[in-house]
């Protein structure tokens, strides 16, 4: 059932959160079929155009890796609070292995990467989460490298900038999770207050807690196409009001029209876009403006 | 031809002859130059004539246009890096209100206006420019940004009201409008509002609390259209044209009301004729608005739109009032 949210990306029939049997969007091998319109084609051609299928526009998910690189100038990146790492604040069964296994998978040490980095020349702190390591999941990992790099945005004067990717909190820590929604918010409510810019980009899926914190506290909150996103998930909601939910609930597109995005961005656009928004808010233009 | 106004037909008609003069003298072997000069010569007077002496009601006409620039239309001809942004984040978007954030002449602002269609379907789309609470609600999200950046705000005024429907009351259009005027109000920066085609009542308002007011010469601002007055005055709403005259509707009847701040001066004929000089106008009115209210500070930015708005009413003072008190 979960394996439909990138099968069938369209139906979306029980898709709230990816899985382990989600971790490979897109196959080895020299050839890729669309998993939207089932179209077949060269993975290498693929990845050059961003991983967004030529025939349907499918968005396949990017790992933070493949975000970082077709989002941030060539070698500006920075990487920050790599060596955190989660614990057992729980000792729930399991739990350590489940990372460890994810760890080396990935070849991350948890589910969002942060860090400074340049978007056509503006300097920012970028955060982006990766929905192959525990889907996503927010832990107080998660929600301390979050907090973190906003406040190294505070501290630089620079832009924030999030990727959203979760299936929302993280179970096995509990109440911790739940927490790190306070957080986050109580970090990016003192930074905009210190005027500070919060752009929050919402990838496939981001869903739970995390659309519920930082993901939807954006000055500018935009959102991939089809992008999964919401707070409740489908299968819940249907089972609470007994009514089956039109197709296009909770997608990106569905959002914009209820008011809830400033816009839908093509994957190929994004970059642009963003750096038209950092050059607009280039501080102390007033003054020089008038001058002239 | 489509969208010709009463009021210009007789301007039209003869420059209809004078190109059927031209045409036969270019076909036939017959010499009409002296009579072509002729007419030129009275079509200048005659334009002159019919518009330099528009009547209230002429310039409800022109308001009204169907090719009249809109919002959008102006848009990409005063602003660079324009980037559109929707939603008020609570209920939907409202398509009869556009907002956004571009720069004018380099120096980045936020742009927010009303937009009707140009065509049935786009006016299904954009509810025939009348919003609905969330529209007011969107904008007013967009000027807090505004605030929070330091970005002066450019309104674009053009409507014919707040959209009376079930659903808007539902959701508070009362609200919504009052809501925008009162935090208006409190923005810390440069607020410069444009009527561009007819600013009807609340709805107009509820994006025109700001630092400076000014109106293209044929738009018009009222508490009510004047088929809603002649219909409420004098239970007839064909009596509209009469309504217009009495009711003081017109940039130049604002401005004597001291109401406005500026006319700016439209295209012979109405904006409709050429939209890009009509551009050209409207540019250096925000340039000549934005150089002046740069200079002044949060705190005098948000004092003189309380002064602009205190000074304007008019009423007297009972003298046997003031002597026995
Ligand atoms: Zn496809």
Redesign the interface.
């Known amino acids: 059932m979960i394996k439909d949210l990138f099968t069938k990306p369209k139906k979306k029939k029980y898709a709230t959160i990816p899985s382990e049997a989600a971790k490979q969007d897109v196959p080895e091998g020299i050839m890729t079929k669309c998993p939207n319109c089932k179209k077949i084609m060269y993975s290498k051609e693929l990845t050059k155009n961003l991983k967004v299928c030529f025939h349907c526009d499918y968005h396949y998910p990017m790992n933070s890796q493949e975000r970082l690189a077709s989002f941030l100038d060539e070698d500006s990146f920075q990487e920050i609070d790599r060596e955190l790492v989660s614990t057992n604040p729980l000792g729930f069964p399991e739990y350590l292995e489940k990372l460890e296994k994810d760890k080396e998978k990935t070849n991350l040490n948890e589910a969002v990467v942060t860090g400074i980095g340049r978007v056509d020349q503006h300097e920012v702190a970028v955060a982006v989460m990766d929905s192959t390591f525990r889907m996503g999941s927010m832990g107080s990992v998660v929600g301390e490298k979050i907090t973190r790099a906003i406040e190294k945005a505070d501290e630089l004067s620079v832009p924030f900038i999030i990727f959203t990717a979760s299936g929302g909190a993280r179970m096995q820590e509990g109440v911790l999770s739940l927490m790190q929604m306070a957080k986050t918010s109580v970090a990016l409510k003192r930074f905009?207050d210190n005027?500070g810019?919060i752009i929050s980009i919402m990838t496939h899926p981001t869903t739970g807690g995390v659309s519920a914190s930082f993901a939807?506290l954006g000055?500018?909150?935009f959102a991939e196409p089809g992008a999964l996103i919401g707070f409740a998930g489908r299968r819940i909601i249907e089972q609470t009001i007994r009514e089956e939910l039109p197709e296009d609930f909770q997608t990106a597109e569905f959002l914009?029209?209820?008011?809830?995005?400033?816009?839908v961005i093509a994957r190929a656009e994004l970059k642009e876009?963003i750096a038209?928004?950092l050059?607009?808010?280039?501080p102390g233009?007033?003054?020089v403006?008038?001058e002239? | 031809m489509v969208g010709e106004l009463e009021f210009e037909k007789p301007v039209l008609e003869l420059r209809k002859k004078i190109a059927e003069l031209k045409e036969i003298t270019k076909e036939a072997d017959v010499d009409l130059t002296d009579e072509i000069e002729k007419l030129e010569v009275r079509l200048e007077r005659l334009e002159k004539e019919i518009y330099e002496n528009m009547k209230p009601w002429d310039r409800v006409q022109i308001a009204r246009h169907p090719n009249r620039p809109t919002t959008l239309d102006y848009i990409p001809l005063l602003f660079t890096?324009f980037?559109?942004?929707?939603?008020?984040?609570?209920?939907?978007?409202d398509a009869a209100i556009v907002a956004g954030?571009?720069?004018f002449?380099?120096?980045?602002v936020t742009i927010i206006g009303h937009q009707r269609g140009k065509d049935t379907k786009e006016n299904i789309r954009r509810n025939f420019g009348m919003p609905h609470p969330?529209g007011y609600r969107?904008a007013l999200r967009i000027m807090k940004?505004a605030d929070?950046?330091?970005r002066p705000i450019i309104c674009f005024i053009d409507t014919k009201g707040a959209f009376p429907g079930k659903a808007a009351e539902e959701r508070g259009q009362s609200e919504a409008i009052a809501r925008n005027l009162f935090e208006m109000a409190g923005l810390k920066v440069p607020v410069i509002c444009i009527v561009i085609g007819e600013g009807g009542s609340g709805g107009a308002l509820a994006l025109g609390v700001g630092n400076h007011l000014h109106m293209l010469e044929n738009s018009t601002y009222s508490v009510i259209s004047p088929e809603g007055a002649a219909s409420i005055l004098w239970k007839d709403a064909s009596k509209a044209k009469q309504a217009a005259e009495k009711m003081k509707i017109t940039a130049p009847d604002l401005k004597e009301l001291n109401v406005i701040d500026e006319i700016i001066p439209e295209v012979k004929g109405g904006a409709h004729k050429d939209k890009d000089l009509q551009a050209q106008a409207i540019h250096e009115v925000i340039l000549k608005s934005l150089?002046e209210l740069?200079?002044l500070s949060e705190q005098e930015l948000i004092n003189q739109r309380y002064e602009k708005y205190k000074a304007i009413g008019q009423f007297d003072l009972q003298n046997e009032y003031i002597t026995t008190n």
Do not use: C, M
Request: net charge negative; proline share 2%; charged share 30%.
């Open positions: 905009s005027g810019l939807s000055d500018y909150n914009l029209e209820k008011g809830q995005l400033d816009a876009k038209t928004i050059d607009i808010h280039q233009g007033d003054l403006w008038l002239n | 890096d980037i559109e942004v929707h939603g008020d984040r609570t209920f939907g978007d954030i571009g720069k002449q380099g120096l980045p969330e969107k940004q929070k950046f330091g150089k740069l200079k």
